[in-house]
């Protein structure tokens, strides 16, 4: 599992929404990021009830994921722009139209329900406004708990609740509600955080139930096209995958409306640009590859010789660690790999860059077969790093690891390059071994596109041999074949 | 009791056998490569055999909270047969691995040239690898075999420290000390030693440099003679930290000269090797 990248509605503000989710989908997003406006699903709207149940189904038909986005200009008030707000004097609307969202977002499907403070009002003291805050979103909260629907609190420039660390202090004083999380503007963190977007995603993690992409200037609220402000896209991608970002990350070009077919296919051309695999989680870490010194000289010295990742290779996990990556819902790094994987990617990595590709293959051949199952893995899970010149001796790699028991193989070799080379039979044992053996199906990348009748016929089987012997069916299993009935 | 088997040969076991050594308290083991029973006829059986070693039996120890590591080396045995002698230019990739903590079983079966030259060869790897070497003596004219392993080992220039020599007896056990060297003791049902009298031998030698494994392979043996050799060492006054300098901290000394040995609990076993000693009810976690 890896993000979705998506785009803002808010974006395409002169289309109709069913155009505007139809462009998005063909243009190869897979999420999106809805703002709820007036000509955009109109909370307050008469037969709300009915366009909510439309736009699900296109949603589902296109295959978008949502989160629900509440910054519409004029929605409440069409004089004040985003007014009232929370921080202001009569925040009841705005409170009764939070609850709304969740609603709509709750029969929607969405993952979560945006907002923000508000600009503070000049009449209205900071610590009226804090309390403000506090009043608001715990009453917000209480919808957001009956429906079971995630807040994400997103700092914004020139409003109360401004930098990443005002939300986080507000979300403690709250006492860590679980469903309180944190929407995050990459652009914004340009603009106003004192650490680049990369640092924040890393420092609110676990808490991020919403990502908003754009390029923006230090200390200009100006919402860009990528590469035109000072983002650094890919380690800002690359942060996302490495704390195992799975949400929404959809781009935020609220001004860009005038062209947006245009301004969303040159988005999602930088977006790929940047991140070569966006959908498999271990092939980029730049945490370690940064922050490890053994690392860094072990890379120069893979440039200056290859040969020398012969040496360096068994010696990883002795030197940068074997932990986890994410040791809290993955312990024994099955889903999202651990540290020396990481560092093993970016040495294949460096060592695809300096040799011939006639040589690459047959060298990475040889450090899978001499390798140690931690080596091994490092191999499985950088093989979608190399050119596609080694994808028939990745692809021999790949079937020894099946042929395999030790499930960290079997678990390693079910990632993104198996998803997109391996033929559908073998894959589909591939899946079966996984459910056999324990591997969670999290491990298997593009389980979802590539699961087909045959495979749920195997599954299904699978499932009724183990009823007939009195054993539990996986979990796994369970889900994939209710996933076939829905 | 907390045991650390510094030779054992895993592969050859069952799981039965890791449920009991768990149980029974053994939570780490050394697994040297050697001989398979029957001659191999080539060295692609080797690298095969030496993957398993690095590879699938760590997993397999680890299904049973207990950390596996390996020695690798072509075994003195073999190293009489031209078939398997160029697996030598294949250790230094596995010399690397994670999991091997020392070169071995190297030494003497027949004591021939082929012997000699071999045993030097890998002497040096070791020492290249920064590695200990576990060194085999002979079944057959041991002590004379064990006086010649220790010239070699001289005449290599490997500290005395970095090496154990293994299969020791009453007329072997003195020389091995007097160099300098780790002394290794095997304990079996019938043959080479007993647990008895391996109580003898550390009341008159004392503990220091003492090592005590099972060596269970594929013949008749016993994974749990290191717990019953702790037992009798109980019952003859020696006590519990003396148990534990032999049976855990002597061999985790020993193989930490390879900077490689991982001794902490595997995820999802509980720490108190008393809780559930002999019961194996009372395991925990792991994937079954």
Known sequence: MSYHLGYGTNGFANHRLDDALELIADLGY???????????????????????????????????????????????????????????????RRIDFLNRALRIAADLGADCVSFWSGIRPSTVDPLTAWRRMRDGVTEVLAEAERLSVPLGLEPEPGMFVERLSDALRLREELGAPELLGITLDVGHCVAVEPQDAATCIRQAADLLVNIQLDDMRTGVHEHLEFSEGELNLPATLAALTEVGYTGVAAVELPRHSHAAPVVAARAIAALRAAAVHPTFPTTDFPGVTVDHPWLVTAEQQVRTDPTAIRTLFPAVGRKVGRDPLRPDDDPKGLVHGTVDDAARTTLLGVLADVLDPALLAGEVAQLYRYGDDAERR??????????????????????????????????????????????????????????????????????????????????????????????EVPADATTLLEGANS | ??????????????????????????????????????????????????????????????????????????????????????????????????????????????????????????????????????????????????KRTLDVVRESGIGNERVLVDHLNEPTVAVVKEAGCWMGFSIYPDTKMDEHRMVTILKEYGLERMIVNSAADWGRSDPLKTY????????????????????????????????????????????????????????GGGNQ
């Open chain 2, 228 to 283: 019953k050799t702790g037992k009798a060492m109980l019952a003859a006054g020696f006590s519990e930290s003396d148990v534990d300098k032999v049976l855990w901290q002597n061999p985790v000394e020993f193989y930490g000269q390879s900077d490689r040995l991982l001794l902490d609990e595997l995820p999802g076993f509980v720490a108190n090797t008393d809780t559930f000693l002999g019961n194996s009810v009372l395991r």
């Open chain 2, 1 to 146: 009791m907390r045991i650390f088997d510094p030779h054992i040969h895993m592969t050859s076991r069952t799981t039965d056998d890791y449920e009991a050594m768990f149980a029974h308290g053994v939570r780490a083991l050394v697994e040297p490569a050697f001989w398979l029973g029957q001659p191999r006829t080539s060295v692609a059986s080797f690298t095969d055999y030496f993957d398993g070693l690095i590879g699938w039996e760590r997993f397999r120890a680890a299904q049973f909270g207990i950390r596996h590591h390996c020695t690798i080396a072509l075994n003195p045995k073999e190293a009489n047969d031209p078939r398997c002698v160029d697996v030598l230019d294949v250790l230094p990739r596995y010399l690397a691995k994670d999991g091997v903590v020392a070169v071995g079983e190297i030494g003497y079966d027949s004591m021939t040239p082929e012997e000699d030259e071999v045993f030097a060869r890998q002497l040096r790897l070791a020492i290249a690898h920064e590695l200990p070497a576990l060194v085999h003596t002979p079944h057959r004219d041991k002590l004379s075999g064990t």
């Open chain 1, 30 to 92: 897979t999420s999106v990021a809805l703002t709820l406006d007036h000509d955009h699903l109109d909370p307050y709207a008469d037969d709300l009830a009915a366009r909510v149940d439309k736009v699900a189904a296109t949603l589902s038909r296109l295959g978008l994921r949502s989160v629900v986005e509440t910054g519409a200009r004029y929605l409440l008030d069409p004089r004040r722009k985003h007014y009232p707000t929370l921080v202001c004097d009569e925040p009841e």
């Open chain 1, 378 to 471: 490092g191999v499985l899970r950088s093989l979608t790093t190399l050119p596609a010149s080694a994808v028939p001796a990745g692809l021999d790699i790949i079937k020894d690891a099946l042929r395999a028991n030790d499930i960290r193989l079997v678990a390693a070799a079910m990632g993104e390059f198996t998803a997109r080379h391996l033929d559908d039979h073998s894959w589909r044992h591939g899946v079966l071994k996984c459910l056999f053996v324990g591997v969670p199906l999290a491990a298997v990348a593009d389980l979802d596109r590539r699961t087909d009748d045959e495979l749920r016929r195997m599954v299904s089987d699978y499932a009724a041999e183990r009823r007939a012997a009195g054993r």
